[in-house]
């Protein structure tokens, strides 16, 4: 059981550039979302998904956009990289949003840019 | 605005030297306490979810308590493999899953 899986592991970027980051869970897990994780701070919510085809924004959604047609996949796209987007970014799936099911994390992508 | 500190941001403890790791909040409707345990280059492993007042659980050599106010992860003999960072976060009634995390304390355990 592989659990949450994120791709790639390291990513380094120009100002400027677009990417995805992509992550699935083989869990059946409705909710979905994405953390990002800097020293000195708690993670913090960008993007969340209650399940296919609906999304919504977390704390810090700017310059990020998600998408979600499948159950299992949830990419994280930067639309024109920042260097304030150099990151850890966690995803982490949960059984249904309106329970109290632990979050399961992936282990990350470590984002830098340059 | 929620909040959740966690005290003291670092611990350094000897093998065998019990102690606690705090987590306090100020939130309106806790749905729930979660503690996560995060070794360096992963992600969050979940640990425990406490509900209400006066809940306890236990893991091994981890105890979770709650009050009102703050949660604390009584670790009891720690060993150097509990060497990790610690996650407190809460969740609040109407937030779907969204947790509020704290910064974590990094607990490092000499053999």
């Known amino acids: 059981n592989a659990g949450v899986t994120q791709t790639p592991k390291f990513q380094v970027l120009k100002t400027g550039q677009s990417m995805t980051l992509q992550c699935a869970q083989d869990?059946?897990?409705?909710?979905m979302s994405w953390y990002r994780q800097d020293p000195g701070m708690g993670l913090r919510l960008i993007h969340y998904s209650v399940g296919a085809g609906i999304t919504d924004q977390g704390e810090v959604p700017n310059g990020y956009n998600v998408s979600r047609s499948t159950t299992e996949d949830f990419p994280l796209r930067l639309l024109s990289a920042a260097p304030s987007q150099t990151s850890v970014y966690f995803c982490?799936?949960?059984?249904?949003?309106?329970?109290?099911?632990?979050?399961?994390f992936g282990n990350g992508t470590r984002l830098t840019v340059t | 605005e929620d909040q959740v500190t966690q005290s003291p941001e670092a611990l350094r403890l000897q093998e065998g030297e019990s102690s606690s790791l705090n987590c306090s909040y100020t939130?309106?409707?806790?749905?729930?306490l979660f503690w996560y345990r995060q070794d360096p280059g992963k992600g969050p492993e979940f640990l425990f979810t406490?509900?209400?007042a006066g809940e306890e659980k236990e893991k091994e050599r981890l105890k979770a308590t709650l009050t009102k106010k703050e949660s604390f992860l009584h670790i009891t003999a720690p060993k150097p493999e509990d060497s990790a960072t610690y996650l407190c976060a809460v969740r609040i009634s109407g937030a779907n899953s969204k947790l509020t995390f704290g910064k974590g304390i990094t607990l490092s355990v000499r053999p």
């Open positions: 939130v309106s409707g806790l749905r729930g």
């Open positions: 406490l509900y209400s």
């Open positions: 982490a799936s949960s059984l249904q949003g309106r329970d109290n099911s632990p979050l399961h």
């Open positions: 869990m059946n897990h409705e909710y």
